[in-house]
């Protein structure tokens, strides 16, 4: 169900990757100033014409009145500049999304496309699973199995559909699936080999991330025993915290969690929400075990709520950092300019700090890790010893505002038409360290076997870290040699599926 989280013209700020952003419910009518009701070709203007018009304007012109009054507002898209003048009405763009990929074709760096991140949210239940941590059966939409797959390769070659995790509270995770389980077959059906994006990679996308009922799945068990459970896609309560724990490495306390999205830890009415509740117990649990070493693993996590990477960052820097700049913000010169009247921050800052003592913490990364966790990261470098390990992270410095978009008709019943998410402006840290549009390389290489369980000192991610905690150095082992030597080890087949996860930061600042 999509939320009205603010009445028309409230700014509510939110982002995508380092963002802040604005939140307004744009409002146009189907007949615009300007306008006379009709296209260029004589029809009547459509709900789609409405879309691509105020899409356009907020991006291009204005977001005061709707998109509709240039003479009270700025252009909102970081890139604004570089594009030419378009007719969103033009016949050329059959829906909003192709008047999008037009649009954001145009912002280049060294030859090479800039905006990878913009879209459209036709459901908004973006919002919702982000800002209130619920997935929903929203309109449009299904509900979700809750969990996460990959393909994945032995030692010879041969590929294997196997679970990388899946929610606690989920359809999948009440049901007791595990990460490392493998997916022997679907509906009965056991012709789902990886083919690369073929007939059977789609099927299996289909089946786990766009499920329209119940849902057969056999499972192979890290025992080798099998189960078939029937998994029915609901609505559940995100926990963004898949496993936790504290070890002992040369006497040394280490803390570990591992983070797959960032659900706020404020809701609509400001109040904690679930996940902050989550995170208070963890981070209290880490204090009273005294860690001095913490590891946060963040291999699958694609982003979300910025409010939640402040959180982290708060509960993780030393106490030398409270009051001092946590990352800085970069607009469009129009917005910049006019900070003062659109009430957009410059910078935010630590305002307390968790009180854990820390050598160093270690950032467990992957591909797939962007835009809210390349943030948390980056803001710690300046204030403590932070090390990557894993591959490098998906590259995402920028954020965006997001905007309702409604149009109505001659009663004045509103038409929800999408949730607009398009890049305003980019981050950096204290340090002014940021750009990093081809990602962050991390300080060790590690490989993800994706059937060895959490927290297992067999997962070659951990197994490096504490290396490092002993020794002062990362331990070295070639993947040839791991999968010669054991022969169940799985490897990450990297973007064989494609989940639709939302890849972005949003901040719900008010």
């Known amino acids: 169900m999509r939320k009205h989280f603010l009445s028309a013209g409230m700014p509510m700020i939110i982002m995508s990757l380092l963002c802040s952003s604005v939140f307004f419910s744009c409002k146009k009518d189907k007949t615009s100033p300007g306008d006379d009701n009709s296209g260029n070709n004589g029809t009547a203007r459509t709900d789609e014409d409405s879309l691509k018009y105020l899409m356009y304007r907020i991006m291009q012109v204005t977001y005061a009145d709707g998109g509709r009054n240039a003479a009270k507002g700025l252009p909102t898209y970081y890139w604004y500049s570089q594009l030419p003048s ?75 559909l196997m679970v990388l995790y899946a929610d606690k509270n989920s359809p999948a995770g009440v049901q007791g699936v595990q990460r490392g389980w493998e997916i022997t077959a679907i509906n009965g059906d056991d012709n789902i080999a990886y083919d690369n994006g073929g007939a059977n990679t789609t099927k299996v996308t ?23 459970l029937t998994l029915t896609p609901s609505s559940y309560n995100v926990n963004p915290v898949l496993f936790d724990t504290v070890y002992t490495v040369s006497g040394k306390q280490v803390g570990y969690f591992v983070f797959y999205t960032y659900s706020s830890v404020t809701n609509t009415s400001g109040a904690a929400t679930p996940t902050k509740q989550v995170l208070d117990q963890l981070f209290a649990k880490f204090k009273s075990a005294n ?41 469009n010169d129009k917005l910049t300019q006019n900070l003062a ?12 700090t968790g009180g854990l003592s820390l050598e160093k913490v270690f950032f467990i990364t992957a591909g797939q890790t962007a835009s809210a966790s390349e943030l948390t990261l980056n803001n710690l470098k300046p204030y403590m010893t932070v090390k990557l390990v894993g591959d490098t992270t998906y590259g995402k410095p920028v954020g965006f505002f997001s905007y309702t978009i409604s149009d109505y008709d001659s009663t004045g019943k509103e038409n929800y038409l999408a949730d607009l998410y398009a890049i305003n402006f980019e981050t950096k840290n204290a340090s002014n360290q940021g750009g990093y549009y081809s990602g962050i390389a ?24 504490f290396s490092y905690i002993s020794t002062g150095r990362f331990r070295q082992a070639s993947t040839e040699l791991r999968m010669t030597a054991d022969p169940s080890l799985r490897k990450n087949i990297k973007r064989s599926i494609t989940s639709g996860q939302f890849n972005g930061m949003v901040d719900f600042r008010k």
């Open 206 to 228: 289909n089946a786990v991330y766009n499920p329209t009922g119940a849902t057969s799945f056999t499972f192979k068990k890290a025992n080798s025993t099998t189960a078939t």
């Open 86 to 160: 378009i007719d969103p009405f033009s016949t050329s763009y059959a829906k909003a999304e192709d008047l999008l990929s037009t649009m954001i074709s145009y912002p280049k760096l060294n030859g090479n496309n800039l905006d990878r991140y913009s879209f459209l949210d036709r459901t908004g239940s973006l919002a919702n699973k982000l800002q209130n941590g619920v997935i929903e059966k929203a309109a449009g939409t299904n509900g979700s199995l809750g969990m996460e797959v990959t393909y994945a390769l032995d030692q010879n070659d041969a590929s294997h």
């Open 341 to 352: 009247a659109t009430g957009l921050p410059a910078s935010i800052k630590f305002s307390a």
């Open 291 to 331: 860690i001095s070493n913490l590891i946060v693993d963040l291999r699958y996590n694609t982003g979300g709520a910025v409010s939640t990477a402040q959180y982290l960052d708060s509960a993780i820097a030393p106490s030398s950092a409270q009051n001092k700049v946590m990352y800085n913000y970069t607009y």
């Open 442 to 465: 991390p300080d060790q290489a590690a490989t993800d076997y994706v059937n060895i369980p959490w927290g297992s000192t067999g997962d070659d991610h951990l197994s490096k870290i």
